[in-house]
């Protein structure tokens, strides 16, 4: 039996099934296939009321960077609230339809100081702006798209990003039914289901199991910013099934890197 085997592996060589689809890769694909063009649909609304709540009460909240931004609505809101914004998304599909969406105010081509378009593809583990460029950071339903590998890497780059708050909405449960269960947007996948889509694309073998990769409840991601020097300043009411959202606030001094 055992040279059978042997001599079974040694005359075909194995077949190894190819990694799923994740991150970018995934992201830049559902884009592609209409993902996000529905503008009704925003999940930072909740953030967004909270945001210009925390403001009438007084907080330093002036300046907004949205992490994760899809179609760019929430920035949009928070420009009509006078409020300086920008966004990021892992996909450049998500940054070229919030761009061709959203208009800045005044005309300007920057939106952040830093002379840097309004929105732009960039990893939650490598925003591009300096310490502190933000007095929050926004970002609804993406950390748990993180890989469990990057979650510090992720909330590193937060506290580093934003002065005084972190408004999240992070899930806490797995998510398997958007592609299978939602409708692409655009072109010739018009109709059909992101899943069905995925595969027109030539991903049939690399779709993923589900789009939450890191589904951990409250108390782990408030100990991870914790490590960050952010703590719970409140939570912001929700339905139970799109547990759970929240404010954070920094418990440590900002401290500017030295250049």
Same mark, same amino acid.
Request: glycine share 8%; proline share 5%.
């Given at each position: 039996m055992r040279r059978s085997l042997l001599l079974l592996f040694a005359g075909a060589p194995l077949a190894y099934a190819p990694a799923a689809l994740q991150g970018k890769e995934l992201y830049e694909a559902l884009y592609a296939t209409g993902w996000g063009k529905d503008t009704?649909? =925003? #999940?930072? @609304?909740k953030l967004l009321h909270t945001i210009r709540n925390m403001r009438r009460q007084g907080a330093a909240i002036d300046s907004v960077l949205d992490v994760g931004c899809s179609h760019g609505n929430v920035v @949009?809101?928070?420009? #009509? =609230?006078?409020?300086?914004a920008s966004g990021v998304d892992i996909a450049r599909g998500a940054a070229d339809l919030a761009t061709s969406l959203h208009k800045p105010p005044h005309g300007r081509a920057s939106c952040n100081g830093e002379g840097r378009p309004c929105f732009q593809a960039a990893s939650a583990t490598s925003l591009?702006?300096?310490?502190?460029?933000f007095d929050a950071i926004a970002s609804s339903d993406v950390l748990e798209h993180v890989d469990p590998s990057d979650v510090r890497a992720a909330t590193a780059e937060f506290a580093?990003? @934003?002065?005084?708050? +972190?408004? +999240?909405?992070? @899930?806490?449960?797995p998510e398997g039914s958007t592609l299978s269960g939602s409708r692409a947007g655009v072109g010739k996948f018009q109709g059909r289901t992101f899943k069905d889509a995925l595969h027109q694309q030539g991903y049939a073998d690399r779709l993923p199991t589900q789009l939450h990769t890191t589904v951990k409840g409250?108390?782990?991601?408030?100990?991870?910013?914790?490590?960050?020097?952010f703590a +719970?300043?409140?939570t912001i009411p929700d339905a139970s099934w799109a547990c759970c959202a929240y404010v954070l606030h920094r418990i440590e001094p900002y401290r500017p890197s030295k250049e």
């Amino acid at each position: 039996m055992r040279r059978s085997l042997l001599l079974l592996f040694a005359g075909a060589p194995l077949a190894y099934a190819p990694a799923a689809l994740q991150g970018k890769e995934l992201y830049e694909a559902l884009y592609a296939t209409g993902w996000g063009k529905d503008t009704r649909v =925003s #999940q930072g @609304a909740k953030l967004l009321h909270t945001i210009r709540n925390m403001r009438r009460q007084g907080a330093a909240i002036d300046s907004v960077l949205d992490v994760g931004c899809s179609h760019g609505n929430v920035v @949009a809101e928070l420009w #009509q =609230s006078g409020i300086v914004a920008s966004g990021v998304d892992i996909a450049r599909g998500a940054a070229d339809l919030a761009t061709s969406l959203h208009k800045p105010p005044h005309g300007r081509a920057s939106c952040n100081g830093e002379g840097r378009p309004c929105f732009q593809a960039a990893s939650a583990t490598s925003l591009p702006f300096r310490d502190g460029a933000f007095d929050a950071i926004a970002s609804s339903d993406v950390l748990e798209h993180v890989d469990p590998s990057d979650v510090r890497a992720a909330t590193a780059e937060f506290a580093r990003v @934003a002065r005084n708050f +972190l408004v +999240l909405k992070i @899930a806490n449960r797995p998510e398997g039914s958007t592609l299978s269960g939602s409708r692409a947007g655009v072109g010739k996948f018009q109709g059909r289901t992101f899943k069905d889509a995925l595969h027109q694309q030539g991903y049939a073998d690399r779709l993923p199991t589900q789009l939450h990769t890191t589904v951990k409840g409250n108390e782990f991601w408030h100990e991870e910013f914790r490590r960050v020097g952010f703590a +719970l300043n409140r939570t912001i009411p929700d339905a139970s099934w799109a547990c759970c959202a929240y404010v954070l606030h920094r418990i440590e001094p900002y401290r500017p890197s030295k250049e």
